[in-house]
């Protein structure tokens, strides 16, 4: 059975920082890219960054680069997202989610996902 589960989130000031861990199992870890994404109430779904499983290439979204790291450790079938100089506008359920490129996570066609950690920001 396909399963991911996030962990890390909670409750952090404005400028505080957060390292979330996306636990893979039941699928071939290295030759999936990995991402994650976010949502918050009454907003649409957004992307925050994704690695590939090729060359280990990372992208991030325009609204969290130079604050966000992602990152993925095959041996431990775990992808990290280490979140630095949080802002109130973070605040949202971040989940993780594979697909077999990253061109699919880019158009959100995941083939699995996570049910999400949440990450709330106090200004």
């Known amino acids: 059975e396909v399963q991911l589960v996030e962990s890390g989130g909670g409750l952090v000031q404005a400028g505080g920082s957060l390292r979330l861990s996306c636990a893979a199992s039941?699928?071939?870890?290295?030759?999936?890219?990995i991402g994650w994404f976010r949502q918050a109430p009454g907003k649409e779904r957004e992307g925050v960054s994704y690695i590939s499983n090729s060359d280990g290439s990372t992208y991030y979204w325009p609204s969290v680069k130079g604050r966000f790291t992602i990152s993925r450790d095959n041996a431990k079938n775990t992808v990290y997202l280490q979140m630095n100089g949080l802002k109130p506008e973070d605040t949202a359920l971040y989940f993780c989610?594979?697909?077999?490129?990253?061109?699919?996570?880019?158009?959100?066609?995941?083939?699995?996902w996570g049910q999400g950690t949440q990450v709330t920001v106090a200004s």
């Open positions: 989610a594979v697909a077999t490129s990253t061109y699919l996570l880019r158009r959100h066609e995941y083939d699995f």
């Open positions: 039941g699928f071939t870890f290295e030759n999936s890219a």
